[in-house]
């Protein structure tokens, strides 16, 4: 019997389930979005009902359009958005708060607050991260002081905390696991020892008692329950190192970028974690089984398809997301129009917690067309900030990137991305690297796929993009995007 292997992927705006065969290429898919909830400016909500809800839907979905069932799939992964933080009750399962997402700035007093003891950086030589918003150690600290009686019960054992795959595998399996790479993002795992540290539990006041077991991101973690009874659950990944699993980022140097909801681009740096003093963070990349781990630096951008998103849903400039690429190449250029989408601050490498977005150099020229173009650049210029730091660190020079997501599928942004980068810019033929790298990950771990050589057989270039930019106009746009970004700094005081 012809067996597939399946994968979750729990993003930032939707969940998908994708099944792939053995060539790595895909035969089922369904997806779903769910619901973005704003309490309050700078605060980002989702329903982890709604979300386990989209997820047996989309597997069911998907499986019954393919003609499949649980006994057709070899084994089932999980990539999630990671360091989206949720708390639920251990006898129950039910969610004692919304979870809150990883943009979610709500947290901004409290990081401030811990800096002032040992600076932003006080926690890096351990975890490889700032202080800042972005990381769960902070956000489940939040629920404990706002949600009444928690602190009592989280030290008793009588609640769980969480990332989404560890929500997603609870609720799945019943098992209260994690893997490395997720809880590597937490600020509470130790990057040498790959366990919670108990200092970092102390400073944060966390008790250990909720957290999750914390495994390799390939291996068989137990059964799953309906829709996929039986099946396998054998591996967990955060959705940006399922992305470089995915694009077959196997040796050290090699680097992908992700352009979604944000933009995450990762080099694998090998079996040692590469500290960075140039604002990147040092994170785990995948662990097979027993092997050792493998660590990467990454390079995280909050805004990129979210200001897409914005532009249509809070500008109504366009109808639908894809409606971008022909708006923008109506312009021949920016119309020297800059916009920084700090709406959470800025991330990589800049940590600006207190920046706000905004729109530079309008004059009335400007229309809509050059405000498109101008949120598409955003994207390529906020890769090349973070690129420059890794490359200028790392000292390895970058010969290509390897790209995935769903803005990859618009040519006028892929182009002016190697035009401003002066590399090429590889698309896969699979350019849902996500869920693949999760569906590889489990697919070795019961021996679907022999070895990570048969993922690199796997991969292969759909589509090429050369630098065609004249140097000085590259080096004169990326000039006036510096200015706009330094004008976006500590908007909040």
């Not at 401003?420 to 896969?428: A, E, Q």
Request: with cysteine; glycine share 10%.
């Amino acid at each position: 019997m012809t067996k597939y292997v399946g994968a979750i992927d729990q993003g930032t705006t939707s969940t998908r389930f994708i099944v792939f065969d053995r060539a790595g290429g895909l035969v089922a898919r369904a997806q779903k979005e769910h619901r973005q909830i704003f309490p309050q400016p700078g605060w980002v909500e989702h329903d982890p009902e709604e979300i386990f809800r989209a997820t047996c839907a989309v597997i069911s979905e998907a499986l019954a359009g393919a003609g499949l069932s649980a006994s057709d799939i070899a084994a089932v992964g999980i990539a999630n958005q990671r360091e989206t933080a949720l708390i639920w009750e251990r006898d129950t399962g039910r969610p004692l708060h919304n979870a809150i997402v990883w943009m979610d700035a709500r947290t901004e007093a409290m990081v401030a607050n811990m800096a002032r003891e040992g600076g932003p950086d006080r926690f890096r030589d351990r975890t490889g991260l700032p202080l800042a918003t972005y990381f769960s150690a902070l956000k489940w600290r939040w629920l404990l002081d706002h949600l009444p009686d928690v602190h009592r019960r989280a030290e008793a054992g009588e609640v769980l905390f969480g990332t989404i795959d560890a929500w997603l595998a609870w609720r799945l399996t019943g098992l209260h696991v994690t893997d490395v790479t997720n809880a590597s993002r937490t600020q509470l795992m130790n990057l040498a020892t790959l366990d919670w540290d108990e200092s970092l539990l102390a400073a944060f006041g966390l008790p250990r008692a909720g957290l999750p077991e914390i495994q390799a991101s390939s291996e068989i973690l137990g059964a799953m329950r309906a829709p996929l009874e039986g099946v396998p659950l054998a591996s967990l990944l955060g959705d940006q190192q399922a992305a470089l699993f995915g694009q077959a980022c196997l040796r050290p140097g090699q680097a992908k970028n992700t352009y979604g909801t944000g933009c995450f681009l990762l080099m694998n740096t090998g079996e040692r974690p590469f500290p960075s003093k140039a604002g990147l963070l040092t994170t785990l990349g995948y662990q097979i089984g027993e092997a050792k781990p493998v660590y990467a630096l990454e390079g995280s951008v909050a805004i990129a398809g979210a200001l897409v998103q914005w532009l249509r849903d809070n500008l109504g400039l366009i109808g639908a997301a894809s409606e971008i690429e022909a708006l923008a190449a109506g312009a021949p250029d920016n119309g020297d129009v800059y916009i920084v989408p700090a709406f959470s601050g800025l991330y990589a490498p800049y940590w600006r917690a207190g920046a706000r977005g905004i729109i530079a150099g309008l004059t009335r020229f400007a229309d809509k067309r050059h405000i498109a173009r101008a949120a598409l650049e955003a994207t390529a210029y906020q890769t090349r900030d973070v690129l420059d730091a890794m490359t200028g660190e790392s000292g390895v020079a970058m010969q290509e990137l390897r790209v995935d997501g769903g803005m990859v599928v618009n040519n006028l942004l892929m182009q002016f991305q190697s035009d401003l980068l002066g590399v090429p810019v590889v698309r896969p033929k699979t350019i849902e690297t996500t869920a693949l790298g999760a569906a590889y990950a489990a697919g070795l771990a019961v021996g679907y796929w022999r070895s990570t050589a048969d993922i690199e057989e796997n991969w292969a270039a759909d589509r090429r993009w050369a630098p065609a930019m004249d140097e000085s106009l590259r080096e004169k746009l990326y000039a006036s995007w510096g200015k706009a970004v330094r004008r976006s700094f500590d908007w909040v005081e």
